[in-house]
Nanobody, 115 residues
């Protein structure tokens, strides 16, 4: 069974940076589209960024220019570098892997940005 494990969340002051990691248990990671989503308290889960198996990236407008998604297929890991964080970036961050139309989700990691 595919497992995704996120790490790297925590408490940071506004303007600071964090790097999230998501490690997959299966080598099918290399052919999957990876995405990061976030869910603020009382709100729906929103897409943040995604990266294809070939390395093409896309970002939500709210994070464009501040966040960078990347992947290391040799390590079955996807990263989300988050810079210039604001309180609006607070939430639980989830990674998702899509392989052959099947979605796999991690358990999430909390990011809290203080003002």
């Amino acid at each position: 069974q595919v497992q995704l494990v996120e790490s790297g969340g925590g408490l940071v002051q506004a303007g600071g940076s964090l790097r999230l990691s998501c490690a997959a248990s299966e080598t099918i990671f290399s052919i999957g589209v990876m995405g990061w989503y976030r869910q603020a308290p009382g709100k729906q889960r929103d897409w943040v960024a995604s990266i294809t198996s070939g390395g093409s990236t896309n970002y939500a407008d709210a994070v464009k220019g501040r966040f960078t998604i990347s992947r290391d297929n040799a390590k079955n890991t996807v990263y989300l570098q988050m810079n210039s964080l604001t309180v609006e970036d607070t939430g639980v961050y989830y990674c998702k892997m899509t392989v052959r139309a099947t979605n796999y989700w991690g358990q999430g990691t909390q990011v809290t940005v203080s003002s």
